[in-house]
């Protein structure tokens, strides 16, 4: 599959820089043509990037090794491999997941890709990590169950029983709808009681997780575009410059493109500063939400609230479910909070909101919330 998608990709860029050299040299040479040809090379070079990336995963393998108190994932192909670390001590169990192939973002279920397995780590600060993927649903669910014996051993803790997803499940969804009733290790979240009620701060997160990614991300496209509409400027205004002038469409083209970046770079500031508080109590929950570019504030009542849970918020990164704190309202309107949160975040907020507010778990979890002041 990357392969083929490294092909159509890569190939599409060829055709776009063939194409625009052919078109824009027919008469004669133009510095203009040529700039708007080599917009084409990095998406070849991300083409060819795919297609090698999807060749090594139909050659490589992976190797699971336990020994001198680490646990090693490594994924080999021909001469390159590449190695997850973990510490045996700070996994707390393994998830197990089959449907880990997907065609517009459904689960296959049926044919050899239905069978599909991932195994991934929970660790002791409540982030999952990858291990294992693209082998048998069996094997993957048998590694699991030879990975906690053994570890449980060496490190005379055992782990929590392995959580088995089946197919269509999504791994994040069923993990953040459990009870969670002790705050995930190293969160800066705080939540405080205040009689019957909570009060809860959410400072800013930084630039990390999602922030970092669409940070990183901005910057690589605003330099790209900038160094392309830079060169095109320069043709156009240097009497020095041989040939037709790049034609005036082309400069609003790439404007569209800075903008994007713009808005991107603007858009990870607002996910790396904004900040929230929260007061919950059994009448009514109000969330007050500040950013760089102003704040919101969302009041109900008690009475007018149907569950609290966490749920897709709508957006993906790389094909994974971005999560987001929801607050479902009488007739299913919907109000989703701290997209930004990790998912062991999110799980434990809405289980303290639900405590608070004496909300009941959504249809699927796994129980009423226990009262205020009720620890396991």
């Known amino acids: 599959m990357a392969v083929a998608f490294g092909v159509l990709f890569g190939g599409f860029a060829v055709f776009w820089t063939v194409m625009a050299l052919v078109i824009t040299q027919k008469s004669a040479f133009s510095i203009?043509?040529?700039?708007?040809?080599?917009?084409?090379?990095?998406?070849?070079?991300?083409?060819?990037?795919?297609?090698?990336?999807?060749?090594?995963?139909?050659?490589?393998?992976?190797?699971?090794?336990?020994?001198?108190?680490?646990?090693?994932?490594r994924e080999r192909g021909g001469p390159f491999h590449w190695t997850r670390r973990f510490k045996p001590g700070a996994i707390r169990r393994f998830m197990a997941s089959s449907g880990a192939a997907r065609i517009n973002d459904q689960p296959v279920t049926s044919g050899p890709l239905s069978d599909v397995g991932t195994l991934m780590a929970e660790m002791d600060d409540g982030k999952p990590r990858f291990i294992v993927l693209g082998y048998p649903r069996a094997l993957v669910e048998a590694l699991a169950s030879e990975l906690s014996t053994k570890l449980g051993k060496e490190t005379g803790v055992p782990l929590e029983a392995t959580k088995v997803f089946g197919p269509g499940e999504s791994t994040a969804e069923a993990l953040v709808n459990e009870e969670r009733r002790e705050p995930p290790t190293g969160t800066n979240i705080r939540v405080m009681p205040q009689g019957d009620a909570i009060l809860a701060t959410l400072p800013p997160t930084g630039f990390k997780g999602q922030a970092r990614f669409l940070l990183i991300f901005s910057i690589f496209w605003l330099l790209l575009s900038s160094v392309v509409l830079a060169a095109f400027t320069v043709a156009g205004l240097s009497d020095s410059v041989k040939g037709d002038k790049p034609p005036w469409f082309i400069f609003v083209f790439l404007a569209g493109f800075e903008a994007i970046g713009i808005g991107m770079l603007l858009g990870a500031i607002?996910?790396?500063?904004?900040?929230?508080?929260?007061?919950?109590?059994?009448?009514?929950?109000?969330?007050?939400?500040?950013?760089?570019?102003?704040?919101?504030?969302?009041?109900?009542?008690?009475?007018?609230?149907?569950?609290?849970?966490?749920?897709?918020?709508?957006?993906?990164?790389?094909?994974?479910?971005?999560?987001?704190?929801?607050?479902?309202?009488?007739?299913?309107t919907k109000h989703g909070f701290f997209t930004g949160r990790t998912n062991e975040e999110l799980a434990w907020l809405a289980t303290e909101l639900r405590r608070a507010m004496n909300v009941p778990l959504a249809e699927g979890g796994s129980g009423a919330p226990p009262k205020l002041g009720e620890r396991p």
């Open 270 to 332: 607002n996910l790396a500063r904004r900040k929230a508080s929260l007061r919950a109590s059994p009448t009514d929950l109000m969330i007050v939400r500040q950013s760089p570019f102003g704040s919101k504030t969302f009041k109900s009542t008690r009475a007018e609230i149907t569950s609290i849970q966490v749920g897709p918020s709508g957006m993906t990164v790389n094909a994974v479910p971005v999560m987001e704190l929801q607050v479902i309202a009488a007739g299913g």
């Open 32 to 73: 203009g043509g040529v700039l708007f040809a080599l917009f084409g090379i990095p998406f070849i070079l991300a083409g060819l990037f795919i297609i090698g990336f999807g060749v090594i995963s139909m050659i490589g393998h992976c190797e699971i090794e336990s020994e001198g108190g680490e646990l090693r994932a």
